[in-house]
């Protein structure tokens, strides 16, 4: 019996811990895994299909009875590098790159020293997954392990649903305008780039823009629609439990991130059957070629608005595009078996 710790920030319904509840879910129904979810901040959403316990003093002891302790984000991994326990038993999953994602909320005084500690923090685990080539190439440099995997990410079939019906006015009176419906699910901030969405409705007169999800740059993105002239055309309803159930209200999603380690909402689009609009980042072209999704510039208005009629002008090229790359590359099968196979090559590593 492998018995596999992860352990996570909190249970807020966001990228990383979702990714963590796909991994644990693709686990369940094999035998030979004992799973169990350990988290460092008492803020509920996510409900795994695993116990799950919030880490105090009284309980931490615990984390030494496990075969494998898989950590992800700064402060898990932090905790799991300072452990007494052998290097070949933590594993740290890498989903974001840090220094970018760290500058777009603090300045380069914090920026440098908390990279450093996360740098020498991630140079004792013997474990580090990668999800793209992209990230292997930015992390290894400067951590130099060469014990490392990258593991194409990948998720599972979703329940079914539809949109909760509060919501559904919104999406009618679109559509009674002859409004071509561009949507998106992200956390609101400023690297999700969701203004370059905004910024192009002033040229789309037929088009709006939705967002599910919520976030500190709520406001100016409301204030910049309001000054360009297109609020009655962008809307931010907030956050939805299974947000992807707003897939199937939009005519083509807008993957539109400045720096991403890998949306899992993309994914949830390609797999959704609506075509995808989405930033020529390494992280995504380095997985998909041209003929696969809708690429377009960061930053560039006028090449974004472009790709976006090119895609609703003939949508079902690029439908059947997606769905047949997310079918080869990003099954949650092979993720999961990826996954167990690597746990068990760290822990046979002297």
């Not at 129904?29 to 409900?47: A, I, K, T």
């Not at 603090?106 to 440098?112: D, G, L, N, R």
């Amino acid at each position: 019996m492998l018995k596999i710790a992860y352990i996570v920030p909190s249970l807020i319904q966001r990228g990383p811990i979702i990714f963590t509840n796909n991994i644990i879910n693709g686990l369940l129904d094999d035998p030979s895994v004992q799973m169990e979810v350990f988290y460092l901040r008492n803020e509920q959403g996510l409900h795994f299909s695993v116990p799950s316990h919030l880490l105090t003093l009284n309980n931490f002891h615990r984390l030494f009875e496990f075969d494998i302790l898989h950590s992800t984000q700064f402060i898990p991994d932090l905790l799991v590098a300072l452990l007494p326990v052998a290097r070949k038993r933590k594993v740290s999953g890498m989903l974001n790159f840090l220094e970018e994602d760290l500058g777009y909320r603090y300045s380069k005084a914090i920026v440098w020293p908390v990279s450093k500690v996360y740098f020498w923090a991630l140079r004792r685990f013997k474990g580090i997954i990668y999800y793209s080539k992209t990230m292997n190439d930015y992390y290894h440099p400067k951590i130099n392990n060469f014990n490392a995997i990258t593991i194409d990410p990948g998720i599972a079939d979703p329940e079914p649903g539809t949109i909760d019906p509060e919501d559904l006015p919104l999406f009618d009176e679109l559509r009674a305008r002859k409004l071509r419906i561009i949507g998106t699910v992200c956390m609101i901030n400023k690297r999700k780039g969701l203004d370059q969405v905004v910024r192009s409705l002033e040229i789309m007169p037929d088009c709006a823009f939705v967002v599910v999800g919520e976030g500190a740059e709520g406001n100016f993105l409301n204030t910049l629609a309001v000054d360009l002239g297109v609020k009655d055309r962008f809307h931010i309803i907030g956050f939805r439990d299974k947000s992807y159930r707003y897939n199937t209200q939009f005519d083509v999603y807008a993957m539109v991130s400045r720096s991403e380690g890998f949306g899992l909402a993309l994914l949830e689009a390609m797999r959704s059957g609506i075509p995808v609009v989405c930033s020529r980042l390494p992280v995504y072209s380095e997985s998909m070629g041209e003929n696969d999704i809708a690429f377009f510039e960061v930053d560039d208005i006028p090449d974004l608005v472009s790709t976006i009629r090119k895609v609703l002008k003939a949508p079902t090229p690029w439908i059947e595009a997606t769905q047949d790359v997310f079918n080869k590359r990003f099954s949650s099968a092979v993720m999961c078996r990826h996954h167990l196979d690597y746990y068990q090559k760290c822990l046979l590593q002297t």
